[in-house]
């Protein structure tokens, strides 16, 4: 063969999330097609090849390796060096994982594909009904993996060996399953069972088909945990509405809106309008929750699962366990998160039984251990793209590639927010975000989020030499990164909120680091500014070393501190006193307004805010909407945007305009804007046109302030970042605006506006600023 001109012999690193998702079989078959020997083996780097024979096979393979890869691989980067062994094999062979410094992505859990689907719907098939079954191209992956290289001895399925049939297809390059780390079957794989719960405990349930039985208790308005993939859910009848209230009330959980699983495409149409993108996303390997419009009278669902919602969040079954219970109760489930308010998803069986037992009548419980808690996705499409709301399972943790311009030689820690927290640790091959580990407000949540930190570091050797936090020094996330930085003698960097926001914009849409600033627009409720103020409207001249202030909203008293971001009416006292306006024209208690105008006057417990969220919550009270308390953060403002679609009004908005920034940091007031919605409602306009023309109003004020310092700055683009983008009317009308004057617009699709992104930001702010 040495004699022989056409020879040729290579290395190859395949770098991406290449292992658990049938490669090295991929490569494999390749290989023995084209008649090339070498292996193929798995490594901390990735997939390393090494593969000899003729010139014009290594090309197409090579080739072949990147556009025939296996359904769930992404391939960053093929590299290739010369390969010189001391003797040439005779064949090819697939190798044993090789242990090293981790520099390759852990794949996503992946929903059943329609391979799976079959075995299991199959009665002559031995996986015929069995809600563990799997393959190389669906099945769990960072939910059960506890370190990398992803092999079944570094699983939760270690604990299970495989039956003579399980292991003649993990050793067949030839099967799906070959290698296939979660293979398993009836005989040797994880079991299934049902547990009662009777005055307040939990016994199995002997002699019952566990997926039938819980069927039949659903459909009889039971509520049941479910252990699933990646956390516990709590189920109930979706259409069932006391039922539903049932689980609201047990749950704690008065007023957010819950999750539905139905059984297929054509319930999802039945349900709500779906467009093929819709569709696309719901039959992904992803399957996340969809935010859909739903159909008029919204038939065939409880009220109460999405009150006052202008969309209902539906997915389809995304194992076999979920795709035979709703074949069995046929009808939509609702799904939402197993855990009582405020607190992480249960994962543990035992933790399960403890903080569960008050709100399940039954659980269904399988022996499989979760190792990573994975919450469900959200999404929905917007403007012919589907964007992501809560980044969870089957998206994390995908990495986000570097920027062009950034340094990839550093390992940095990002400790993200308090609300919607994710955290942030780069690698090689890109920063890998956390799935949404929720809001840091009792401790346990914190110590969820820790030992989710602490499995991440194990996972991808993470011992950070930087560790960045918001610029709030009380944030749990802030405080718990300076007790890491003491503990691993890292450094600790702090960003400004804002500036973390549209960093995370500029770095999912690939801006480059030495990029001219953009004019960014940062709009959420709260975050503390550099300034030691609070922020959250604001105008920034923006790239990645830095932010600077040009304008915004004016910064209003918050009356109560924390009590204003659940109580609206707090706000619009405020906004109306900070106007120049009768604040007892909002129509509330005069006690209790005088009290609030004293403490505004008085400086007491009221600091100031150029806030957006609180904007909104202050109109929507005005308008009646939750004036005296929120159920959840954004209530109100949904209500609001749900009010304002509800009108084919085209008239103008409010005349509101976003004072520039002067030296001293003070703005204008909204006189203008209050003045003529008190007017509208004094003169019985409908509030459904008044909330269109608070949207309208808004949208043009933040598209003029942009467009007027776009010119000024010389920049061509303007970056939205912040969870109001959230808010679909506004954006739409905003972007319409900003477009149409000839800016590029970038915004958020696979990385969350709101929070959730903000850790992404403050790992380029941090590198950039390095």
Same mark, same amino acid.
């Given at each position: 063969?040495?004699?022989?001109?056409?020879?040729g012999?290579?290395?190859?690193?395949?770098?991406?999330?290449?292992?658990?998702?049938?490669?090295?079989?991929?490569?494999w078959?390749?290989?023995?097609?084209l008649?090339?020997?070498?292996?193929?083996?798995?490594?901390?780097?990735?997939?390393a090849?090494?593969v000899?024979?003729?010139?014009?096979?290594i090309?197409?393979?090579?080739?072949?390796?990147?556009?025939?890869?296996?359904?769930?691989?992404?391939?960053?980067?093929?590299?290739?060096?010369p390969?010189?062994?001391?003797a040439?094999?005779?064949?090819?062979?697939?190798?044993?994982?090789?242990?090293?410094?981790?520099?390759?992505?852990?794949?996503?859990?992946?929903?059943?594909?329609?391979?799976?689907?079959?075995?299991?719907?199959?009665?002559?098939?031995?996986r015929?009904?069995?809600?563990?079954?799997?393959c190389?191209? #669906?099945?769990?992956? /960072?939910?059960?993996?506890?370190?990398?290289?992803?092999?079944r001895?570094?699983?939760?399925?270690?604990?299970?060996?495989? #039956?003579?049939?399980?292991?003649?297809?993990?050793?067949?390059?030839?099967?799906?399953?070959?290698?296939?780390?979660?293979n398993?079957?009836?005989?040797?794989?994880?079991?299934?069972?049902?547990?009662?719960?009777?005055?307040?405990?939990?016994?199995?349930?002997?002699?019952?088909?566990p997926?039938?039985?819980?069927?039949?208790?659903?459909?009889?308005?039971?509520?049941?945990?479910?252990?699933?993939?990646?956390?516990?859910?709590?189920? #109930?009848?979706?259409?069932?509405?006391?039922?539903?209230? #049932?689980l609201?009330?047990?749950?704690?959980?008065?007023?957010?809106?819950?999750a539905?699983?139905?059984q297929?495409?054509?319930?999802?149409?039945?349900?709500?309008?779906?467009?093929?993108l819709?569709?696309?996303?719901?039959?992904?390997?992803?399957?996340?929750?969809?935010?859909?419009?739903?159909?008029?009278?919204?038939?065939?669902?409880?009220?109460?699962?999405?009150?006052?919602?202008a969309?209902?969040?539906?997915?389809?079954?995304y194992?076999?366990?979920?795709?035979?219970?709703?074949? +069995?109760?046929?009808?939509?489930?609702?799904?939402?998160?197993?855990?009582?308010?405020?607190?992480?998803?249960v994962?543990?069986?035992?933790q399960?039984?403890?903080?569960?037992?008050?709100?399940?009548?039954?659980?269904?419980?399988?022996?499989?251990?979760?190792?990573?808690?994975?919450?469900?996705?959200?999404?929905?499409?917007?403007?012919?793209?589907?964007?992501?709301?809560?980044?969870?399972?089957?998206?994390?943790p995908?990495?986000?590639?570097?920027?062009?311009?950034?340094p990839?030689?550093?390992?940095?820690?990002?400790?993200?927010?308090? /609300?919607?927290?994710?955290?942030?640790?780069?690698?090689?091959?890109?920063?890998?975000?956390?799935?949404?580990?929720?809001?840091?407000d009792?401790?346990?949540?914190?110590?969820?989020?820790?030992?989710?930190?602490?499995?991440?570091q194990?996972?991808?050797?993470?011992a950070?030499?930087?560790?960045?936090?918001?610029?709030?020094?009380?944030?749990?996330?802030?405080?718990?990164?300076?007790?890491?930085?003491q503990?691993?003698?890292?450094?600790?960097?702090?960003?400004?909120?804002?500036?973390?926001?549209?960093?995370?914009?500029?770095?999912?849409?690939?801006?480059?680091?030495?990029?001219?600033?953009?004019?960014?627009?940062?709009?959420?409720?709260l975050?503390?500014g550099?300034?030691?103020?609070?922020?959250?409207?604001?105008?920034l001249?923006?790239?990645?070393?830095?932010a600077e202030?040009l +304008?915004?909203?004016?910064?209003?008293?918050?009356?109560?501190?924390?009590?204003?971001?659940?109580?609206?009416?707090?706000?619009?006292?405020?906004?109306l006193?900070?106007?120049?306006?009768?604040?007892?024209?909002?129509?509330?208690?005069?006690?209790?307004?005088?009290?609030?105008?004293?403490?505004?006057?008085?400086?007491?417990?009221?600091?100031?805010?150029?806030?957006?969220?609180?904007?909104?919550?202050?109109?929507?009270? /005005?308008?009646?909407?939750?004036?005296?308390?929120?159920?959840?953060?954004?209530?109100?403002?949904?209500?609001?945007?749900?009010?304002?679609?509800?009108?084919?009004?085209?008239?103008?908005?409010?005349?509101?305009?976003?004072?520039?920034?002067?030296?001293?940091?003070?703005?204008?007031?909204?006189?203008?804007?209050?003045?003529?919605a008190?007017?509208?409602?004094?003169?019985?306009?409908?509030?459904?046109?008044?909330?269109?023309?608070?949207?309208?109003?808004?949208?043009? +004020?933040?598209?003029?302030?942009?467009?007027?310092?776009?010119?000024?700055?010389?920049?061509?683009?303007?970056?939205?970042s912040g969870?109001?983008?959230?808010n679909? /009317?506004?954006?739409?009308?905003?972007?319409?605006h900003?477009?149409?004057s000839?800016?590029?617009?970038?915004?958020?699709?696979?990385?969350?506006?709101?929070?959730?992104?903000?850790?992404?930001g403050?790992?380029?702010?941090?590198?950039?600023?390095s």
């Amino acid at each position: 063969m040495d004699a022989c001109a056409a020879f040729g012999a290579c290395r190859l690193r395949v770098r991406g999330l290449v292992q658990g998702v049938g490669f090295r079989p991929h490569a494999w078959r390749l290989a023995t097609e084209l008649k090339l020997v070498g292996t193929v083996h798995n490594d901390a780097q990735g997939v390393a090849i090494c593969v000899a024979g003729d010139k014009s096979a290594i090309v197409s393979f090579r080739k072949r390796l990147r556009s025939e890869s296996p359904p769930l691989a992404r391939i960053d980067s093929i590299e290739e060096e010369p390969w010189l062994p001391d003797a040439f094999p005779d064949g090819f062979s697939i190798g044993r994982s090789v242990p090293g410094s981790v520099a390759t992505g852990v794949v996503p859990d992946a929903a059943t594909c329609p391979d799976c689907l079959r075995d299991i719907r199959d009665p002559s098939n031995r996986r015929y009904r069995y809600p563990f079954t799997n393959c190389t191209h #669906c099945g769990p992956r /960072l939910s059960i993996v506890r370190q990398v290289p992803y092999d079944r001895a570094t699983t939760a399925m270690a604990a299970f060996e495989m #039956c003579g049939a399980c292991a003649a297809e993990y050793a067949d390059p030839a099967d799906r399953r070959f290698h296939a780390q979660p293979n398993a079957c009836p005989e040797c794989g994880p079991r299934l069972w049902l547990e009662m719960v009777e005055d307040g405990h939990a016994s199995e349930a002997k002699g019952v088909d566990p997926i039938e039985t819980t069927a039949q208790m659903l459909r009889s308005g039971r509520i049941v945990a479910i252990k699933g993939l990646a956390g516990f859910h709590l189920a #109930c009848d979706a259409a069932n509405e006391q039922a539903v209230a #049932c689980l609201r009330e047990r749950k704690r959980r008065d007023a957010k809106p819950l999750a539905v699983m139905v059984q297929n495409v054509a319930t999802a149409r039945q349900l709500c309008h779906v467009d093929q993108l819709e569709v696309d996303m719901l039959e992904s390997a992803a399957a996340p929750i969809v935010l859909l419009k739903p159909r008029q009278g919204r038939e065939g669902i409880a009220p109460s699962v999405a009150l006052g919602q202008a969309s209902l969040g539906l997915m389809l079954p995304y194992t076999p366990l979920h795709h035979l219970l709703l074949d +069995a109760f046929g009808g939509p489930l609702v799904m939402t998160s197993g855990n009582r308010s405020d607190e992480p998803q249960v994962i543990a069986n035992e933790q399960a039984y403890a903080r569960l037992c008050s709100i399940a009548d039954a659980f269904l419980m399988h022996d499989r251990d979760i190792v990573n808690r994975v919450d469900d996705s959200v999404g929905r499409v917007e403007r012919g793209a589907f964007q992501l709301i809560r980044r969870a399972r089957g998206f994390a943790p995908q990495p986000v590639a570097y920027p062009p311009g950034f340094p990839r030689d550093r390992t940095v820690l990002a400790m993200g927010s308090a /609300l919607k927290n994710t955290f942030a640790l780069t690698t090689p091959d890109g920063i890998v975000l956390s799935p949404h580990c929720g809001d840091l407000d009792n401790p346990e949540a914190v110590a969820a989020y820790r030992e989710t930190l602490e499995l991440y570091q194990r996972m991808f050797d993470g011992a950070p030499d930087t560790i960045c936090a918001d610029g709030h020094p009380d944030y749990p996330s802030t405080l718990l990164g300076q007790d890491l930085a003491q503990e691993t003698n890292a450094q600790v960097v702090t960003v400004a909120h804002h500036h973390a926001h549209i960093a995370s914009v500029l770095g999912e849409n690939a801006y480059p680091l030495d990029g001219p600033p953009v004019i960014g627009l940062a709009l959420d409720g709260l975050g503390l500014g550099p300034d030691g103020t609070f922020w959250g409207g604001e105008v920034l001249l923006a790239g990645y070393r830095s932010a600077e202030r040009l +304008a915004g909203l004016p910064a209003v008293p918050m009356p109560g501190g924390d009590r204003a971001s659940r109580e609206p009416w707090r706000n619009l006292v405020a906004h109306l006193h900070a106007a120049g306006l009768d604040p007892y024209l909002a129509g509330f208690d005069h006690a209790r307004t005088k009290t609030l105008v004293q403490m505004i006057d008085r400086g007491i417990n009221a600091p100031k805010a150029s806030s957006a969220g609180r904007l909104f919550d202050a109109f929507a009270a /005005l308008l009646g909407l939750h004036p005296e308390r929120v159920g959840f953060e954004g209530q109100a403002a949904m209500a609001l945007e749900a009010l304002a679609q509800q009108t084919d009004t085209t008239e103008n908005g409010y005349a509101i305009r976003l004072p520039r920034y002067v030296s001293d940091g003070t703005g204008g007031t909204l006189h203008a804007f209050w003045r003529d919605a008190l007017a509208d409602r004094d003169a019985g306009k409908g509030p459904a046109r008044m909330a269109y023309r608070f949207h309208a109003g808004l949208a043009d +004020a933040l598209a003029t302030c942009a467009i007027d310092l776009a010119r000024e700055k010389g920049s061509s683009t303007v970056a939205l970042s912040g969870g109001v983008f959230l808010n679909q /009317l506004l954006t739409e009308l905003l972007v319409d605006h900003l477009e149409s004057s000839g800016l590029t617009v970038l915004s958020h699709r696979n990385v969350p506006c709101n929070d959730g992104g903000l850790s992404l930001g403050q790992v380029l702010v941090t590198f950039a600023n390095s």
